[in-house]
């Protein structure tokens, strides 16, 4: 069985700094598509990044320049380093991958790490 577990969030001042991981564990043959969304209360979740298996990466208009994505194949893991933190970007934050497992080709999430960000 794939999991998908997040580490890295927490409380922090605007203007700070987090960097959210992603390891991905299980019976994987390959990795694709990694990526990070976020919902806040009440809203939808949104992309905020994601990173081909060639490490092309793609951002969210409202993170470019503040966050940027990575991977390591070795690691089964991607990381997400958030700079110059808003109050807006308080969420809960959701690691996603394409993952080609023993077992076939599936979609999974991570279960989630809060993002609190204080003005």
């Known amino acids: 069985q794939v999991q998908l577990v997040e580490s890295g969030g927490g409380l922090v001042q605007a203007g700070g700094s987090l960097r959210l991981s992603c390891l991905a564990s299980?019976?994987?043959?390959?990795?694709?598509?990694m990526g990070w969304y976020r919902q806040a209360p009440g809203d939808q979740r949104e992309l905020v990044a994601s990173?081909?298996?060639?490490?092309?990466?793609n951002y969210a208009d409202s993170v470019k320049g503040r966050f940027s994505i990575s991977r390591d194949n070795a690691k089964n893991t991607v990381y997400l380093q958030m700079n110059s933190l808003k109050p807006e970007d308080t969420a809960v934050y959701y690691c996603?991958?394409?993952?080609?497992?023993?077992?076939?080709?599936?979609?999974?999430w991570g279960q989630g790490t809060q993002v609190t960000v204080s003005s």
């Open positions: 996603n991958a394409d993952i080609r497992a023993v077992s076939g080709t599936n979609n999974y």
């Open positions: 299980g019976r994987i043959v390959s990795i694709y598509t």
């Open positions: 990173i081909s298996s060639g490490s092309i990466s």
